[in-house]
Structure formats: C-alpha cells, structure tokens
DNA sequence: GGCGTTCCTTGATGCAAGTCAATCTGCTTT
DNA sequence: AAAGCAGATTGACTTGCATCAAGGAACGCC
C-alpha cells in the first residue's frame, strides 16, 4: 500500500518524481489504485485502457500472440515502470499480471490535459518512451541475431541491471538475480522454446558461469564471462563495478 | 530541393506539420539541409547527433552491429520519417544513407527550447515515438515467433502500407511495390540469411503470390493470400481497399 | 505424511534456416 | 561489344533449435 503521492515509498520512483512536479497535484482526484492477482489479465490487446499507472509493486508483461499461440512478449513491467498510452485509446498488447500486481493509477483524460500543460511531464514521459524505444531496439538485435546462448546470457544481464534497488552482491563479489519468470515465460521474451531456455540454464552452470539456488534464484559467479557469453560489446561497468 | 518550411512540398509532411505550428516559425535560424551521398554513414553508434531531421527524400536505416559482424536492422528511414533524439546526445545505432538521402535539420538545443514552449510539438514529438515503439514491437513478434515465409511476407505488407503517397494499384487491382532495399539489407531487417530471403522471393513467386519486375519492383497478385502468408490476424483493409 | 499440481530437466529425433559454393543476370565502364 | 562487377539465385550440405516424450523436483493442500 502506498499513500497520496507526496508520501509514496521509494522504490514507487515513477510516481514520486511525476507528483512532484506541481502541476501533478492537481491530479490527485483522478488518482486511485487498482489490484490484480498473479494470472489475470489487465488489458487484452485492443483493448480500450482508459487510464495510465505506475507499477507499484509485482510483475507484469506485454506480449503480442499470433492466431495459432505462437507469442511473443514485448516488455516486462516491474516495480516503477509506467503503463498506459498517453492519447491512444487502444493497446495493442495484452498486458497480463505475473505475480499480484498494485497500480498507481490516473484517468488517461485529466492525466492528458495535466500534460498538456506541463512540459515538464510532457518532457518526461517522451523520456521514459525512448528509453522503452532503445531497450526495444536492442531487444531486436537479440531476436534477431543472437544464439540460444547469448539470449539467455544478455537476459541475466539485463535482469541485472533492474534489480530495482541496485544488484544484490554478495560477500565474494557474487551477484545474485532474483528471475521474475517462468522458463517458457523466459522463453516468450527471448523467442525460444522453455527447453531451449532450459538447456542454457545447464549449460551456463556447467561452464561455472551461474549456480543456482532454486529455480528462481541466480546466482551469478562470473560476471565477465556472463557478458562475454550475452554478446555485448562494450565492458560497461556492470552492476559490481 | 525544399523551401523555407510554410513551402514544403506535399512529401515533406513532418516538416510541414511541424512548421506550421507557430512556435516552430522561430526555429528558423536554426534550420538547415544535410545531404547525404547512398553508402554514406549519417551517424555512427555513440556518436553524437547535434541535430534533429525531417527525412525530405532518399531512404536510410538504423541498425545495430555485434563486435563479429552480424547486424539487426533496428529502423528503415523513408521520406517523412523523422530522426533524432530530444534531449539525448548520443544515438545508439549507426544510421546509414541507402541511397541519396537529403534531411531537413534542426540544430538539437533550440529544438529542445521551442518543444519546452510548446505542448503541440512536444505532444507530436510523443505520438511519432509512440509510432515507433509501436512498429517496434510488432517487429519484435515478427523476429521472434516468425518463420522465414511469414517475415518476408509480412515485410511486403509493411512496405506497400508505408508507400509513400499511398501504393500504386495497377489496373486489374495489382499492387506495386518497389523495395528499398536489396536483398541483403532485407535480410538484416528480417534476420536472415540474405540466401534465405532470396529464396522466400522465390517460394512467393512460385505460389503465384507475387511477380518481380526486375530486381527491385515486386507485384502483388494476390494480396490476401500475401496477408495470410504473413500471419497477420485481422483483416486490416490493406492498402488497395 | 502423502498426494497432486506446476514447473523444470534431459534425451531422442526432425526440420528450418544457415553456410559454403557455383552460376546467373543485369548494369556500368571502357 | 566485351569485360568487370555487384547483386541475386540455386544447389548441396550442416547445424541449432524445435518438437515430442519421459521423468524429476519443488511446493501446495488435505
């Protein structure tokens, strides 16, 4: 549970930096919470989605099916993210919650006009649209181009890079992930099969780069090599540095 | 060659809409054309980009690179298109000319000024990177759960809905499309083999779906049966309705 | 504690698409 | 017209991942 948005907790970023601005009091009559529980869907695409949020707590995604069941995810909303169109009516995704779910929520219309108002909102939400846009784009690249291997591996480090409150270390320099997903969840965002994801998690720990500690905990015992694995180019300081 | 802004001819919508909001008439000074010779890199990635750009004319893509070569096409540019990044310095992609291409430039800092002025353009600036995300996710399912037939297909469809000034139906109701791209760069839009696009042009020639004329003019015969090829669900129109 | 469900792992097999290689087709150049 | 070249096609072979199938492990519930 969160209060009204001046008090919002920290790890409700999204929320507390939008509240601040002045103009966003104004929004506090359109302001109200809404809860899911882990399996239910919040909107299905094409869907009409008359408000916009923050994710307060939990885990959802976005994925696009075709006829058949094949489906592809398309984001992963955690802790902070922001969901919603701002001027579009419709979503063209279905958004579904993967754990209990609480949004923050304002009615997409007052939340418009307070936009229209505010550069300073207008400004930051073209902000939090191109960071999606980037992350897409890179999202692409791993689709497209990257092997069963270094789609699992840059999914560690990506997944390392959120952990929302900074990246777990633990005493020996090990970095411990917390997989918000399922493998054939896992296995939706990097558009392979849940054994192929299976068959990655074996042979990340074979080769000593990973250990497990349940199905849901990573823990990552050589962060160099797990960004060799992935593809990535650039050393880029990762979450120990 | 295109006038001050209020002149832009037809083809040049995104200039025209954005120069005919007022605020934008100050912008002027800050105006100016870039012309680009095909083969020519625009940008590379982590460069900076001091400018924002209308595309006037010529085709140009976006693309990312593994340190080993291969590349994933992240954006195909076309006349209208816009490029660049409010309040970003550096452009994560390189972006290519692919043929003669000649922009209509704003120097980046004055844009940002007269967006933070203006909730019209910053509201334009937020619905065309919506677009974007929106055309990139699409593209995410296509890379991810497509096969090879159904990418191709579905990158006919995509080229003749963006044709500019709308595509050009043939008497006898068959649909023109000349690509932009040769078969190589098709293959990193799609994530293929340049070999396994050749061979899809092949496969929809045979079926009777499309006829070629020369290299780069695909005729579509028989665009549902094209549609169904590409796995799109709903029956959108398309281009000839 | 036993039992059912859900999630995960591993193995065997098949196929779609990649790779390697040869040839073909227009275009441009001289 | 011949030569050269970039782009496209086609074939033969290989391979990475999907699919099908059978268990195993973790976690809830009665």
Redo the contacts with the bound molecule.
């Keep these: 549970m969160h209060g009204s948005c001046p008090d919002c907790p920290v790890r409700h970023q999204a929320i507390c930096s939008t509240c601040n601005a002045p103009e966003l009091r104004r929004l506090e009559h359109a302001r109200y919470d809404r809860r899911y529980e882990a399996g239910q869907v919040i909107v299905w695409a094409g869907d009409r989605l008359d408000f916009v949020a923050s994710v307060v707590s939990g885990v959802a995604t976005m994925s696009h099916t075709l006829e058949d069941g094949r489906t592809q995810m398309v984001g992963l909303l955690q802790a902070s993210d922001f969901l919603g169109r701002p001027h579009r009516e419709r979503t063209p995704y279905t958004v579904t919650a993967v754990t209990d779910v609480v949004l923050c929520c304002f009615r997409r219309k007052p939340f418009e006009e307070v936009m229209a108002a505010s550069p300073a909102l207008s400004a930051q939400m073209l902000d939090r649209t191109l960071d999606e846009l980037d992350a897409s784009r890179e999202w692409l690249l791993l689709l497209g181009r990257?092997?069963?291997?270094e789609?699992f591996a840059s999914l560690l480090v990506i997944l390392a890079r959120r952990e929302v409150g900074g990246p777990q270390a633990s005493p020996g320099g090990e970095l411990q992930i917390d997989?918000p997903l399922?493998?054939?969840?896992m296995?939706d965002y990097l558009?392979?099969?849940?054994?192929?994801?299976?068959?990655q998690?074996?042979a990340l720990r074979r080769d000593g780069i990973i250990r497990?500690n349940?199905?849901?905990t990573v823990i990552v015992q050589d962060y160099a090599a797990l960004l060799t694995a992935s593809g990535e180019t650039d050393a880029d300081g990762g979450p120990l540095s």
Tied chains: 1, 2.
């Design positions: 990257k092997s069963a291997r789609k997989l399922t493998r054939d969840m296995a558009g392979l099969s849940l054994e192929t994801v299976s068959r998690v074996s497990l349940g199905n849901r």
